[in-house]
Each structure stands twice: as structure tokens, then as C-alpha cells.
């Protein structure tokens, strides 16, 4: 008896089917056995891949300033008068008028060579201390009326300090708690490295903007003897 056309269509779709079967499964073995012997003939040497030559390692970060080690303090290193401390004090939070105003507040403390400045971008962090080796002695008279600020030492030749003043900053320590006498040696932060160990990673110096622009147009240099905007 001779099949029917609706039989004949199911043949030849079920054909049509396990033909597509056979060439995706082909497809897949012959995938499979050359991924195979690619395999075996790395791992006999008997061929090489490009990538295999590199070290799988992650690169070590570049230092930033608050990640630089901090240098110690040479044993036996007096407190310096405040007076001659050469000291720049830069906004690093973008708040208009917080250079001056902590500059203000250092001078009625005795500070007398101050200059306001601007911080070259905005400073994440409350205070950062920036000085060179002439400046060390410096550094750490003025960190004694800030709380735990970052001491970063940079290749700078002279004496001059930067005091940057950031988005956390709120306020100078109490002058009371300020423990410094200038019969006493200074002591070293924790986590401190050598001097000649800080110099062989000290970065160069910042370049900052010297007057501070987010202060008020027409404000006067305060009279405890902080130098006005250049």
C-alpha cells in the first residue's frame, strides 16, 4: 500500500532532522578532538602560546602620598619656634575661605610666616603635612596641634611646609592638649621609617596655586601676620 502524502512529509522531516542532528554533533566532536590535540601539544611543548610566556601577576600600585611611609624624626630633635616655620597653608576641601581661617588660627598661636594657597585638585582626607628634609624639624612642631596628620616628605631643598587642609578637616587641636616643650625632643609617628629610607621614594614637590581664589574678594590679611594672596 502506498503511503499517504501527509506520511511522506513526516519522512522527510524527520530526515531533514537527523541530518541537522548529525552535523551539529559532528561539528561538536570535531571541536572536541582539535581542542584535544591542541592541549596534549602544549603540554608536551611540542607547540607554544603567546600569552603563556607572561607572569600572571598584578603590577604593584604606584605610591600615593598617603600611602608613602612617613619619616621619623632624628632621635634627640628639638621642637623649633613657631615663628620660624615657614608655612603655606593650602585648601584642599574647596570651602571658600578655610585657608585663611585656619591660617588665622595658627597665627594667634604664634605662627607668623603664613601664606594661603590652593590645593592642586580637592585633598580626601582631614590634614597632610608636605616638606622637605630641611623641613622635618618643622613638620612635626606643627603636627603637634593637628590630630593625626598624614607626614609627607617630598624632595623640596628648603625649609618651607605645606599644611593641606581637606574635606574632613574640622578644627586645630585645643591648645592645651598641645604637648610640646622646647627642652623636650620630639617623638617620631608610628609606622615611621628612617630618613635616608622616606628620600628613596620622596616625590617631587607639589605645585600649588599661590592665592588662595575662593576667598572673599576684598578681604584683608588677617593681623596676626599671615601674608595675604599673591
Known amino acids: 500500500m502506498a503511503a499517504s502524502p501527509a506520511e511522506r512529509e513526516r519522512a522527510l522531516r524527520r530526515r531533514r532532522r537527523h541530518e541537522r542532528q548529525a552535523v551539529v554533533f559532528g561539528s561538536l566532536v570535531a571541536a572536541l578532538a582539535i581542542g584535544g590535540l591542541g592541549s596534549a601539544a602544549v603540554y608536551t611543548g611540542a607547540m607554544t602560546v603567546p600569552f603563556l610566556d607572561r607572569d600572571f601577576t598584578t603590577p604593584s600600585p604606584t605610591p600615593t602620598a598617603e600611602s608613602l611611609p612617613s619619616p621619623c624624626v632624628p632621635e634627640g630633635t ?82 618651607g611646609v605645606d599644611l593641606v587642609v581637606g574635606t574632613e578637616y574640622t578644627s586645630l587641636l585645643d591648645p592645651a592638649v598641645v604637648d610640646l616643650d622646647p627642652t623636650v625632643p620630639l617623638e617620631s609617628v608610628p609606622s615611621c621609617v628612617p630618613l635616608e629610607d622616606a628620600l628613596l621614594t620622596a616625590p617631587a614637590p607639589m605645585v600649588s596655586t599661590s592665592d588662595e581664589g575662593e576667598e572673599a574678594e576684598g578681604e584683608e590679611p588677617a593681623d596676626d601676620g599671615a601674608e595675604g594672596e599673591g
Open 78 to 159: 628639638l621642637p623649633v619656634g613657631y615663628a620660624g616655620i615657614e608655612l603655606q597653608v593650602l585648601n584642599g576641601a574647596g570651602t571658600a575661605g578655610l585657608a585663611r581661617t585656619v591660617a588665622t588660627q595658627l597665627g594667634d598661636r604664634g605662627f607668623e610666616q603664613i601664606e594661603l594657597g590652593n590645593y592642586p585638585g580637592t585633598y580626601r582626607g582631614e590634614t597632610q603635612i608636605q616638606f622637605g628634609q630641611a623641613g622635618l624639624e618643622a613638620a612635626y612642631t606643627l603636627a603637634a596641634h593637628l590630630e593625626a596628620p598624614v607626614l609627607q616628605l617630598d624632595q623640596r631643598e628648603g625649609p
